[in-house]
């Protein structure tokens, strides 16, 4: 995996497909340290995993990370395309109370009750108190399935 990709959790495909979220389900992205690597075949990834190595809430970052939106408005389909991407592109400005080793950025759903995740990008380590971070989705989709 090269530093910037996005992965889907297996896990997350699985829920997707069997419908176990809700339209009106809010999705985030959170940073994380190095402690915890997610994998594509984490079993069961929920935000618990990841969580207590979340960026600390100070400077630009405040506590579960920035809302991408409602499923409803994350996952459109046009001519056996499903395209899943959001508006906001998670962005934190610089700031002397940031972290300085974020190494991953954790898409997970914030309202479902078990806070599944469902993916993941490696953002390499990102001193925060140096600089500002901003992940900028493909302008195709965070990512895509074609039928």
């Known amino acids: 995996m090269a530093t910037g990709d996005l ?3 297996n896990a997350a495909l699985e829920k997707m497909f069997d419908g176990d979220w809700a339209a009106t389900d809010n999705f985030y992205c959170a940073l994380i340290d ?8 984490f079993t ?6 990841f969580s207590a190595n979340e960026h600390a809430t100070a400077g630009t970052y405040t506590a579960n990370g920035v809302d991408l939106g409602a499923l409803s408005t994350l ?3 046009t001519t056996n395309v499903m395209t ?3 508006a906001t592109n998670p962005s934190w400005a610089q700031h002397g109370s940031n972290e300085t080793d974020m190494t991953w950025a954790i898409v997970y ?3 479902d ?5 469902l993916a993941y990008v490696e953002l390499g380590t990102v001193d925060m108190s140096a600089g500002a971070l901003t992940i900028t989705w493909s302008g195709s989709g965070i990512y895509t399935i074609t039928n």
């Not at 190095?34 to 075949?41: L, R």
């Not at 009750?113 to 995740?117: E, I, N, T």
């Open 7 to 9: 992965i889907v959790f």
């Open 34 to 41: 190095a402690t915890v690597t997610p994998t594509q075949a």
């Open 44 to 49: 069961t990834p929920t935000w618990s995993d």
């Open 75 to 77: 996952a459109t389909v």
């Open 84 to 86: 899943w991407d959001s």
């Open 109 to 111: 759903n914030f309202t």
């Open 113 to 117: 009750a078990a806070q599944d995740c």
